[in-house]
């Protein structure tokens, strides 16, 4: 928006980022972030308002509706301020540094993110949603800006101390590195820790609201599987049922919603985020693995059949998430009044489904006024039995609920869909990768390993240039330097394409992005990764070196995870003594709060357990080959790593990439395993069943 007035000056009109022009009608003059913006407020001698979120979140909606488009309060702001709006899909390197200054001042954090820093980039206040007036004890827009003004005009040697305080704090240097914190006794801290934390009575962690924090599950599955311990896998499969049956699930078309606002994981924040649904796949792929059950492999279908639906783009690369709200009120487009379900249905249809899915005629979701608002969030929350229900034989009764759900889901489909955001990030699309692929490999479905080598396909074609990668593509082009996590992602998703295809282009490409992140975002001094690019990333407010584990895994995490599994699978110890400098360097900050990096500790337990490299020597697409690698797709084995070897090629790529397969054969011409540990291979076996027993001993992720 330009007023001619000399009021606002909008200046968001042609960004690409769904959630910046979601703001460019605004009467705020925003700025994004460019240095023009700080050149500006130097030039005014005013403080900057930062404001970042992101195009599906709710209270970013909110606060733009009841003050950022409300023309008093953008009157105070253009008067007041120099206005910087960031998405942090877009920048989370931005994102990331004042969300810590966020924390650190107000002890929590969360979107819309509000900061005010001084023309040199150095915040001294910040929170988070801020209604347009003042209630209920919380500090309105209006009066903070009056505040804030007063301040900078009569006490701004106060803020400039401040601001001064938080950087020292933002700048104090960890502990040092103590390698001998290093041990398997860390892993089973953590796993104390998590069962302190564990809620026994409905899964998950801690009373609500409650976060799916796949990466938890990963490493009680991982623990299980080490120890032959039962009790880690009770933790994990209570949550992983309870979110499942839960309102937390999407029951009609398929996929998980962001976060639950109650113990129980029966009320949802609907915000649909690419991230999650690729991470939970993998935590439900991995417990299919490990149990077998069925209701994990309907779970994994369901969420990928979900994604392939609706946030696969034409190009095969998959968007980043889809809105909470419709029609301006949070959850519509999910929600469902009795009588409407009940007129899309048939009598007995309705009947089941009222009982099926705990619905009520004053409903289940309360409005924000705290009433019950007549609509309800569906949720299944009994257990299925082998026999269906109400002595249904199993099969009749899933046709009946399939039929529901066919009708229900006709019927939402001619509801106001939510805003969906198109962007694509290269880091979101490497987990949906890796979450493909291992479905690919576990429940055989060769149509998600293709799925994941198109968007790997996109990302080498669209969003990048020689070897480095790009953050973002949205309109048609690709911008923003990679970071930390764009590089992370994508090997890991790279890595597990190899075996679900056994191309060895995905680990070529894989090991060429591990020598970009070497030489591009590391700190030597310490062996740490930084989020940022050493030389490309000059506008970023901070060059982080991030290992928790949050709502994602860092990108630290994963890349000891890629390190140390590449290095196996090509038998490069270069890569796993750089992974041990890394595991090193964040040893003491691990050791004081373990369960903060559970995906850390996972590629620990992978660093000090006793993996093997399995070599199957055999021609491709044969019976006897098919007998070896079904072994392999039927066992959950975190702990090996799986390479092919086409016996039919005399030169293979696979010998050049892992030269210790080079002189593999396979015996009298037939399909041949080779089980190798320690630098060493033991003798070849052309038996399944003794290839399984080879494989089922001690295990470590």
């Not at 398929?254 to 649909?272: A, C, N, Q």
């Not at 998600?448 to 309109?475: G, N, P, S």
């Not at 590449?566 to 490069?572: Q, S």
């Amino acid at each position: 928006m330009i007023r001619m007035s000399g009021k606002s000056i909008n200046r968001l009109t042609q960004e690409k980022s769904p959630y910046l022009r979601q703001h460019a009608h605004n009467p705020v003059s925003w700025f994004p972030w460019r240095e023009e913006a700080f050149e500006e407020a130097a030039r005014l001698d005013r403080p900057i308002f930062l404001s970042i979120g992101y195009s599906t979140c709710h209270w970013c909606h909110v606060m733009e509706k009841e003050s950022f488009a409300d023309e008093e309060i953008a009157r105070l702001m253009n008067e007041t301020f120099v206005s910087i709006k960031v998405d942090r899909e877009e920048r989370p390197d931005i994102d990331a540094h004042y969300m810590a200054v966020c924390q650190l001042l107000t002890g929590s954090g969360g979107w819309p993110l509000t900061v005010i820093l001084t023309p040199d980039k150095k915040p001294f206040f910040a929170g988070t949603y801020f209604p347009k007036e003042s209630r209920f004890g919380l500090i309105g827009l209006k009066d903070l800006i009056g505040r804030i003004a007063d301040a900078w005009q009569h006490r701004r040697s106060e803020l400039l101390s401040s601001a001064e305080r938080i950087r020292t704090a933002l700048e104090a240097k960890p502990e040092s590195p103590s390698p001998e914190m290093i041990s398997l006794e860390l892993l089973d801290r953590a796993e104390a820790e998590l069962s302190r934390q564990f809620d026994a009575e409905f899964g998950g962690f801690g009373q609500g609201p409650k976060f799916p924090s796949p990466h938890h599950l990963y490493f009680l599955l991982c623990q299980a599987k080490r120890k032959n311990d039962k009790r880690p896998l009770a933790m994990a499969e209570l949550t992983l049922q309870a979110m499942r049956r839960g309102g937390l699930y999407d029951h009609i078309g398929f996929g998980f919603h962001r976060y639950s606002t109650d113990r129980r994981w029966v009320l949802p924040h609907f915000e649909k985020m690419l991230y999650d649904q690729a991470l939970l796949a993998i935590a439900y792929v991995e417990a299919f693995e490990f149990t077998h059950r069925p209701e994990y492999q309907q779970t994994v279908e369901e969420i990928l059949s979900y994604v392939g639906r609706d946030l696969r783009s034409p190009a095969g690369a998959y968007f980043t998430a889809e809105d909470a709200d419709s029609e301006g009120e949070e959850g519509n487009y999910y929600l469902w009044e009795l009588r409407e379900l009940e007129s899309a249905l048939s009598p007995s249809e309705a009947k089941l489904a009222k009982e099926l899915f705990h619905l009520s005629p004053e409903g289940n979701f309360w409005n924000s006024e705290g009433r019950r608002s007549g609509k309800n969030v569906l949720r299944l929350d009994w257990p299925p039995e082998p026999t269906g229900h109400s002595g249904t034989p199993q099969d009749k009764f899933q046709k009946k609920v399939a039929s529901i759900r066919r009708k229900l889901f006709i019927r939402r489909e001619m509801r106001s869909r939510p805003l969906k955001d198109t962007k694509i990030l290269t880091d979101w699309n490497g987990l949906m990768i890796a979450a493909l692929a291992k479905a690919a490999r576990a429940l055989d479905r060769p149509d998600y390993a293709a799925a994941a080598a198109q968007a790997a396909d996109f990302i080498r074609d669209r969003m990048t240039v020689k070897e480095r990668l790009y953050h973002c593509f949205a309109d048609g082009e690709a911008a923003i330097p990679g970071f930390l996590d764009d590089y992370a992602f994508l090997i890991w998703g790279l890595i597990e394409l190899y075996p679900a295809t056994f191309e060895p282009r995905f680990l070529s490409w894989a090991a060429m992005l591990c020598e970009v992140v070497i030489r591009d975002f590391s700190d030597e001094k310490n062996g740490r990764f930084f989020f940022v690019s050493t030389d490309l990333h000059t506008d970023s407010p901070s060059k982080r070196k991030e290992l928790y584990d949050g709502a994602l895994p860092s990108g630290n995490s994963v890349m000891a995870a890629n390190l140390l599994r590449l290095g196996r699978i090509l038998g490069r110890p270069d890569l796993e003594a750089r992974a041990v400098k890394l595991i090193e360097a964040f040893s003491s900050q691990v050791f004081q709060y373990p369960t903060g990096y559970t995906h850390f500790l996972s590629a620990l337990s992978f660093a000090l357990g006793q993996n093997r490299e399995v070599v199957i020597v055999a021609r491709r697409g044969a019976p006897d080959t098919r007998a070896l690698l079904d072994v392999l797709r039927r066992e959950f084995l975190p702990d090996s790593v799986v390479l092919f070897r086409p016996a039919e090629e005399t030169s293979p790529e696979i010998a050049t990439l892992a030269p210790f397969t080079a002189e593999m054969k396979a015996l009298n011409g037939q399909a041949t395993a080779y089980v190798c540990s320690n630098y060493r291979c033991g003798r070849p076996t052309t038996d399944p069943d003794e290839l399984r027993s080879l494989l089922l001993g001690t295990c470590s992720r």
